[in-house]
Structures are given as C-alpha cells and as structure tokens.
C-alpha cells in the first residue's frame, strides 16, 4: 500500500528580497508567532544576513496570521524550568539582545508591519525599527509584568523614549493591550491603516525606502542612536563623522546633480 508523502514541516521565519526590499516573516501562525528556539535561531541569522546584504536596502518585519509576535513562547518556556540544560536562561543575550541590536543599528531602514497583537520581546522588536505600521487591528502589549519578569529586547530604553519615563512604567507595570488608534496617539506607532490596507501601505512605505539614500538612512540611524547616550559636544562631532562620509557619497552627487538639473534623483545606495 503507496502512503501519501509527509509535507515538510513550514519554515519558522520566511525570507522574500524582492526590488531591494528584504520581507522577514515570522511564521508560526498557530502559535502566535510566538519565539521559539528555532524562530529565535532563524531571525538571528536571517537578521545577520540582511544586515550585510548591498542588496537589501530596507527591511520589513512582520508576522503570519493574526498576530505580529506575542513575544517568547511560554508552553517551551514552561517545558524548560528546572530543566539545568536550557537555554533559556541565556535566550536574552543570546538571541533577543542580538535581534534588536541588528533591528537597531543596521545601516539601512527597518520598518514593522503590524498585522496583530504585539506583545512582550514582540512589541519590543517592533519597537527598534524606525517605522511601525499597524493594522487597526493591532495591539500592543508589554506584558512583562504580567508574568512576573523584569522587560527585555530594549523595551527599557525605547519606551521611555517614545512616551516618556512615567507613561513608559505605565505600560510597564500595569500591562494592558493598547489598541492601535490609542497607540497612534501615544506615538507607539507611526501609521494605522485598515487591515485590508495594511500590505499596500508597507509595500508603499519600503519600496519608498529602498529606492532612497541607503547610505544617508542609516548614517541618520547611527546619529540618534549616538546622540540618546551623548552629549551635545560628542553629538556634533559624530554628526560632522557622518556628514563627511556622505558627502562623499554617490549618491549625495547625485541628488545634488538632480538638483540642479530640475529632476528627481536615482540613488543606488551608496
């Protein structure tokens, strides 16, 4: 008797570099897109790889079915106390540390796509890109607190940024589902858009990015990141770094040249 073939179990995370423009997804849908060992593993490494790739000139984060990311996975999680060969325990510096510096600091934009609920390391990854879009379906939660842990994946440091100190605890210590309208006006997100716009929306957005001054955008990433932790001395000299660097660019040549010819510039990131 023939046995039909097993299908391949989906990957955690898909990839799509389509026109510049580098589509992580994360995909466990029946999950949440929960973060699991190899989902952590795998946005790590595909993180690393877009991070470095000339090709990729903007990068989008965003989630399958009917969340963005609900943060760790907490049934693995369970599974794993008391276990004294987990990695849990280490999963922070391991793996959510890396994402978000790389979400943070890579040399180009990062723009999150929220199709759902964010929540915990979730809503902090959506967090350190430079644009949120979300579905007015979307919400965002810290929930931390709400299991007893201390906040990680940078939600300490760019929380107090976006609302301030004392609206940022807040959400910290009293962890509700913020709605996508109450978080336009809260400046957690950037954009909220119909659910059935969402795609257009993001896909206007990065093909925008990615046809832009890659080298500029992320010099301009570098220079507020720098300038949170410096002073205004230390801040001016690494502007003039910055500065220097693109203006020896290619692409400053060229929209100059465009400039002056009364056109709109081409730009091949560099």
């Known amino acids: 008797m023939s046995q039909s073939p097993v299908s391949p179990a989906a990957p955690p995370l898909l990839v ?4 510049g423009v580098a589509r992580l997804t994360l995909n466990r849908p029946e999950a949440m897109n929960s973060l699991d060992e190899a989902l952590k593993d795998a946005l790590v490494a595909a993180l690393r790889e ?4 000339p090709a990729v000139r903007c990068v989008v984060l965003t989630g399958s079915g009917r969340a963005f990311c609900v943060g760790q996975d907490l049934k693995e999680h369970v599974r794993s106390l008391g276990d004294p060969d987990s990695t849990l325990a280490t999963t922070v510096t391991d793996h959510y540390n890396p994402i978000v510096t790389l979400l943070s600091t890579m040399n180009k934009p990062v723009v999150a796509a929220l199709n759902g609920v964010a929540a915990g390391a979730g809503l902090s ?5 430079d644009f949120r879009v979300a579905s ?10 709400g299991i007893a842990l201390s906040c990680d994946s940078g939600a300490s440091w760019t929380l107090p940024r976006l609302v301030g100190p004392a609206r940022a605890k807040e959400l910290l210590l009293l962890p509700r589902t913020v709605p996508a309208e109450e978080a336009l006006a809260l400046g957690l997100v950037t954009q909220v858009v119909p659910a059935e716009q969402l795609e257009e929306a993001v896909r206007e957005l ?11 955008y992320g010099s301009i990433r570098r220079a507020v990141a720098f300038s949170a932790g410096a002073g205004l001395a230390e801040s001016l000299a690494h502007e003039a770094e910055l500065m220097a660097l693109t203006g020896g660019s290619s692409d400053h040549r060229a929209a100059v040249d465009a ?10 990131g560099a």
């Open 136 to 145: 007015d379906r979307a919400g965002l939660n810290t929930s931390f607190a």
């Open 16 to 19: 799509e570099v389509e026109d």
């Open 206 to 216: 990065a093909g925008r990015l990615a046809a832009g001054p890659t080298l500029a």
């Open 259 to 268: 400039f002056l010819a009364k056109q709109d510039p081409t730009y091949t």
């Open 50 to 53: 877009v991070a470095d790739d």
């Open 125 to 129: 990854f959506a967090l350190a890109c």
